[in-house]
């Protein structure tokens, strides 16, 4: 089973930028991969997402801002944060796009203060 890792979360003031950083276990081929994020006392949500063709998609409330990329090589999706504010505050989860069929991993917190 592929274990999906994340990373490079933190506390951020507002207006500054993290990157997050997805491994996966294994050579998944990661085309089709999509980010996540769920607030507290929310449900899960899509941030981003991408598949083999076509442009990356992109949550209204992030687009301008938040950048998905891939590094085939090292079976690595990254999630490029700019310009962040405290309604983005989350824990960031990534997946299978558009469907999440891998177990979900721990996650990174991210936490933006104003």
């Known amino acids: 089973q592929v274990q999906l890792v994340e990373s490079g979360g933190g506390l951020v003031q507002a207006g500054e930028s993290l990157r997050l950083s997805c491994a996966a276990s294994?050579?998944?081929?990661?085309?089709?991969m999509g980010w996540y994020r769920q607030a507290p006392g929310k449900q899960r949500e899509l941030v981003a997402g991408?598949?083999?063709?076509?442009?990356?998609n992109y949550a209204a409330s992030v687009k301008g801002r938040f950048t998905i990329s891939r590094d085939n090589a090292k079976n690595t999706v990254y999630l490029q944060m700019n310009s962040l504010k405290p309604e983005d505050t989350a824990v960031y989860y990534c997946?299978?796009?558009?469907?999440?069929?891998?177990?979900w991993g721990k996650g990174t917190l991210v936490t933006v203060s104003s």
């Open positions: 997946n299978g796009y558009p469907k999440a069929w891998f177990n």
């Open positions: 991408f598949t083999a063709i076509g442009s990356p």
């Open positions: 294994r050579n998944i081929g990661i085309n089709d």
